[in-house]
């Protein structure tokens, strides 16, 4: 599973031939969690509020090129790492 973005110790990958809707794994310190592309949780726990919050500030940052990215994965393309939070 490719990593689109990592830090503070936050790992994001995408899935190549995931199922819908639209979302990301993020994991820290071992956990692991899913999360659409508005910041729900869909399932799992990173352990950490702290870790959730900085996930959901990313994601907010990066809406667009999330959905970029996805729309590349279902076409079997290349995705693009992105920035990470700072």
Same mark, same amino acid.
């Given at each position: 599973?490719?990593e689109i973005?990592?830090?503070?110790?936050?790992?994001?990958?995408?899935?190549?031939?995931?199922?819908?809707?639209?979302? $990301? &794994?993020?994991?820290?310190?071992? #956990?692991?969690?899913? @999360?659409?592309?508005? =910041?729900?949780? !869909?399932?799992?726990?990173?352990?950490?509020?702290?870790?959730?919050?900085?996930?959901?500030?990313?994601?907010? $940052? &990066?809406?667009?090129?999330?959905? #970029?990215?996805?729309? @590349?994965?279902?076409? =079997?393309?290349? !995705?693009?790492?992105?920035?990470?939070?700072?």
């Amino acid at each position: 599973m490719p990593e689109i973005a990592r830090f503070f110790g936050i790992v994001v990958r995408m899935y190549y031939d995931e199922h819908n809707p639209p979302h $990301l &794994h993020a994991e820290y310190q071992g #956990r692991k969690i899913l @999360l659409d592309f508005r =910041g729900n949780v !869909i399932r799992g726990d990173l352990g950490s509020r702290t870790a959730l919050r900085l996930v959901r500030e990313w994601i907010d $940052l &990066h809406v667009m090129e999330l959905h #970029r990215n996805w729309n @590349l994965a279902k076409e =079997g393309k290349e !995705i693009k790492k992105i920035a990470p939070l700072e």
